[in-house]
């Protein structure tokens, strides 16, 4: 595709957000004109990666906001405002469209990156979008008359590979389909409406609507809008005559296109699923990269390089705004945060490779006249052809059978029908005058109902949505001035004033009564969900400004009381969605959330959590409407627990079979794809589909194929072996909350090559440096354990690695016990011993993770009799009769049960090198008496000092001062007291004064 325009490329860091500041995150994005620097915080000393595109724009600081609520740039800074990106981008899709060019303008990022708000923008900082639409309107509005303009307008939104008219309240099951025009080879959407607008005022009017059409839908469906593609289309036409008189029609498409969050497109966990295929939510996103790449190598001039379009809804209806008949531009939104490196620069490569794209656009001109005529010849042609007589006969085609005739015949049918609707509704595209008069008839009234709700909400009391887009919170507003306010189903009778659908939404649901002035909100039927400020609603309550209200699962709303604005203490003075999930979040458990100073691990794992607890939410609701009889939890995997030599700590899920008590963890990206799954699955529940109650459990998303269990870990530190010391204890076994599970027994200690254990006293150093360059071997035997648990006795499994290895050890499997006997070793060899083998001696230990084996057995008959929804409550009031936390309180990071780990291993090695000080100590003694009890003639100092001197010396040079810094960490302890004076205890119980140590001193 040489000699083709290439892809215009920018991009643009947003500020840091309220959680970013409050954990003191970095920024790692620099900027210098076109080009972008990426830092990694990993490793500040390296070199920053550098990309250089058209545009890149600074928006992280440099900013204030003026009189009119707008950003602009502070005298001297760099700054990018929302009209530098228009004057740089949107004019020119603007002057390409009045030039008869296609046009498309793709906004790429992470979610939260600021794609929706340089697109769209918030508040009076207007986005790319509604300014390339006002000056359109503007620009054609100081037109002298000779030209006369059309422009049309359609919104819809991909999620999940299905299409959705965002102009339509109802769309058919499924979505809208899209077909493919047979004549032209582009792709379209069967059934899309598209609007005919004559001002600026019309198009914002369409905005909201698809946006509050979409906002409600996403509520319903539990589709999550970050997850969701919007294009919003433009079709421009500019009819003039042209010198013979003849009327032309220039026309250009402009695609504005918001893709989905980029962060999750490859999510980790998600490959070992074996439901993977079943999920489509990240089909179009990685199906555009494989088109963009493909465009890259063919613009590079690589033959034979197939485009796959055809690969997603996406790219078809996109092919030809990416590869074909168009001017490009590419906005990618980066995140300044450190904890967001890795994504920000996925995105930078993304858009790096957009831009080696090139198109070659033309300008899209054609007599009006003749259009017309060819349009309604072609449809004649077909209509005959659809009659049947003149489709072709075939008979006697060589080599085809009756079925692959008729096959045929049935192709080329539908080929036709599609060609021929594409024509009608070309046609009808050209008849805007009568589409706009229409349209303004149906329009009617609504700008003074917009105004009347404007004005009722600075008035009256009501909620208003929560969204996690801000584009999409405070669209659906309901108002409860009335006495007596009823929430619930359309199906219940009578009909409820406000109406709900989705998860855990009852018939009568809620009911909010306004008793002078006092809003009170109570449940409407028993069992009914409800949670206040993230607690559960059990009876009435009265509302106050600002607080959050959820019904069923995600209707997340936040009351306002503009009669008695006065807000509980301690209420920010906005509300979002991030704020009420952290609450949520406080709620179940989780205290950190807000504070500073956590670290990059810690940091990552509340971003996680606040994903997740949404899904988690949602996904429980539906096991319970589905009676599935799982339940799902977050759990928080400690480093120390982990395989593979990633430490960090792992958000992961938990789900459980609540009838035979079967669990299975599930990394984050696994749960996310099968959430995906879930939720389609629940559609066709809701679309009527019965079907989806008698599924094959391999294709049940809710079932899983029994697997071991990971029952907990204990840690064996290794500080003992940095004095050639051996370590054998009873360590206890902990799950992912702490818990205690069971404990077993461990030995670790030196031995030879051959595991035969060292006998030699000065085998003991006193200096672990002493071990440097040498061979080193030590023997780690599993003896046997206890666990606590019946239902593991059906098989009990110990898995450990020391260091870096790339293998685990496994000990035997032992069965229909809970008090296993292993004697389970191996020898681990050191050829050599490094500082690195020191150090991690020192600092680190060996995890052994202990397994159960789970079977599918049979449910217990009592518990079979009982629904989800019971058996879930039943599980709670449990855990809470047993006073188990129901989680880990608290961020990770700091691990209680792992710290009382090291302190007594510590406390072991001390009192392990103490007995062996204590011997030579002992020894010295004894030299001292011999020598003392001599006859001063035969008290020989020379010989007596080297006497001494070899046996302090057989364990370093440090021996006195050893004693004594044991002494005081061991004061009181065992047989050590006051002034270093040595206690033994008879058998009768009396404690006997041995020697002193005077001669050590001298």
Not at 131 to 150: H, P, R, W
Request: aromatic share 6%; hydrophobic share 35%; with cysteine.
């Amino acid at each position: 595709m040489s000699g083709g325009e290439s892809v215009k490329v920018a991009v643009r860091v947003r500020p840091f957000n309220s959680r970013e500041k409050d954990r003191g995150a970095k920024c790692v994005i620099e900027m210098t004109g076109a080009q972008t620097k990426i830092h990694n915080p990993e490793t500040p000393n390296e070199e920053p990666k550098m990309f250089a595109f058209d545009y890149s724009y600074w928006s992280h600081d440099g900013f204030a906001e003026d009189d009119k609520g707008i950003l602009v740039g502070a005298p001297g800074s760099n700054y990018a405002s929302q009209d530098m990106v228009f004057n740089d981008l949107g004019k020119g899709v603007l002057d390409n469209a009045f030039a008869g060019f296609n046009c498309s303008l793709f906004a790429y990022g992470q979610t939260g990156a600021g794609k929706s708000y340089s697109m769209v923008g918030y508040g009076a900082n207007k986005g790319i979008v509604p300014i390339t639409c006002d000056v359109l309107f503007q620009t054609m509005n100081a037109n002298d008359g000779s030209v006369k303009y059309e422009v049309t307008f359609s919104m819809l939104e991909i999620y999940n590979e299905q299409v959705r008219d965002l102009l339509q309240k109802n769309n058919p099951k499924g979505g809208l389909p899209v077909r493919q025009n047979p004549k032209e080879g582009i792709f379209f959407v069967q059934g899309l409406r598209k609007t005919a607008v004559g001002s600026y005022k019309e198009i914002e009017k369409r905005i909201d609507e698809g946006t509050s059409n979409r906002t409600v839908a996403a509520t319903q469906m539990n589709a999550t809008s970050s997850r969701a593609h919007t294009v919003v289309t433009i079709q421009f036409d500019q009819i003039s005559k042209n010198d013979l008189g003849q009327e032309t029609k220039k026309s250009s498409v402009i695609n504005l296109v918001d893709l989905a969050g980029s962060e999750r497109a490859d999510s980790t966990g998600a490959t070992g699923d074996r439901l993977k295929e079943g999920a489509n939510i990240n089909k179009s996103l990685s199906a555009l990269g494989n088109v963009i790449s493909a465009l890259a190598d063919l613009s590079l001039g690589k033959k034979k390089v197939m485009v796959p379009y055809r690969d997603s809804v996406l790219t078809k209806l996109l092919q030809n705004a990416l590869g074909g008949n168009s001017k490009t531009i590419m906005i990618a939104a980066l995140s300044p945060a450190d904890i967001n490196y890795d994504e920000t620069l996925g995105t930078l490569r993304y858009a790096d490779r957009a831009k080696k794209i090139k198109n070659k656009a033309v300008v899209n001109e054609n007599p009006v006249e003749k259009l017309i005529r060819e349009l309604r010849e072609e449809n004649e042609k077909l209509k005959k052809l659809m009659s049947g007589d003149a489709l072709p006969t075939m008979e006697g085609s060589s080599g085809m059978s009756p079925e692959d005739i008729a096959k045929m015949k049935k192709q080329m049918e539908e080929e036709i029908k599609a060609q021929l609707l594409a024509n009608q509704e070309a046609m009808a595209d050209m008849d805007w005058d009568s589409k706009l008069k229409q349209q303004r008839e149906s329009d009617k009234g609504s700008d003074t109902g917009k105004a009347q709700m404007e004005s009722r909400k600075n008035k009256e009391p009501h909620i208003a949505n929560l969204n996690e887009d801000n584009q999409l919170s405070g669209v659906v507003v309901h108002f409860l001035g009335a006495s007596e306010t009823t929430i619930g189903r359309k199906d219940a009778s009578p009909e409820p004033t406000i109406i709900l659908s989705g998860l855990s939404i009852q018939k009568q649901h809620a009911v909010v009564s306004n008793e002078s002035g006092e809003i009170v909100l109570k449940p409407g039927s028993a069992g009914a969900k409800i949670k206040v400020n993230g607690v559960p609603l059990v009876g009435s309550r009265p509302l106050q400004h600002l607080d959050r209200i959820i019904f069923g699962s995600n209707h997340i709303y936040v009351f306002k009381n503009p009669v008695n604005p006065a807000a509980p203490e301690g209420t920010p003075a906005s509300i979002d969605w991030e704020f009420a999930q952290k609450e949520l979040a406080q709620a179940k458990g989780f205290t950190s959330f807000g504070s500073s100073g956590l670290s990059k691990d810690q940091q990552r794992a509340q971003d996680q959590i606040l994903e997740l607890l949404p899904m988690i939410n949602e996904v429980n609701a539906v096991s319970e409407e589905l009676n599935k009889h799982k339940a799902f939890e977050i759990v928080l995997i400690s480093g120390a627990a982990q395989e593979g030599s990633n430490k960090e700590t792992k958000t992961m899920v938990k789900m459980k079979n609540l009838l035979n008590g079967n669990v299975w963890l599930w990394e984050r990206g696994k749960f996310i794809n099968r959430r995906y799954v879930i939720q389609d699955l629940y559609q066709r529940f809701l679309d009527g589909d019965e079907d989806v109650l008698k599924l094959p459990k391999e294709e049940d998303p809710f079932w899983e194929p029994a697997e071991d269990v990971l029952i907990g870990t204990a840690n064996v530190f290794l500080q003992s072996l940095a004095y050639a010391l051996d370590f054998d204890d009873k360590i206890t076994i902990t799950d992912f909350k702490g818990n205690e599970e069971g404990f077993m027994f461990v030995n670790v200690t030196p031995c030879t090559q051959n595991g035969k254990a060292l006998q030699d006293e000065d085998s003991f150093v006193e200096d672990p440096t002493e071990l440097l360059g040498k061979p080193y071997h030590f023997k780690v035997t599993v003896r046997s354990g206890e666990v606590n648990k019946s239902r593991y006795s059906k098989g009990l499994t110990v898995k450990y690695k020391y260091q870096n290895e790339s293998d685990y050890s496994v000990s035997p499997t032992i069965k229909d016990t809970l008090s296993p006997e292993w004697n389970y070793s191996r020898v681990i060899s050191i050829p050599s011993v490094s500082q690195d083998h020191l150090d991690f001696f020192e600092s680190s230990s060996i995890a052994f993770q202990l397994y159960g084996t789970q079977v599918e057995s049979e449910a217990d008959p009592r518990l079979s009799k009982l629904t989800t929804k019971e058996l879930r409550q039943m599980e709670n009031m449990n855990e809470q009769a047993n006073g188990l936390s129901r989680r880990q309180t608290g961020m990770p990071g700091s691990e209680p049960s792992d710290e009382m780990t090291q302190l007594k291993s510590e406390l072991v090695l001390m009192k392990r090198k103490f007995e062996r000080l204590s011997k030579k100590e002992a020894r010295l003694q004894e030299l001292c008496k011999i020598w003392s009890d001599k006859p001063k003639e035969q008290q020989e100092y020379d010989g007596f000092y080297r006497a001494v001197s070899a046996v302090a010396h057989s364990t370093g040079t440090k021996l006195k001062t050893r004693v004594q810094m044991l002494n005081k960490l061991l004061k009181g302890a065992n047989s050590v007291q006051g002034n270093g004076t040595v206690v033994k205890t008879t058998k009768d119980g009396k404690k006997v004064e041995g020697g002193s140590r005077a001669c050590i001193v001298m």
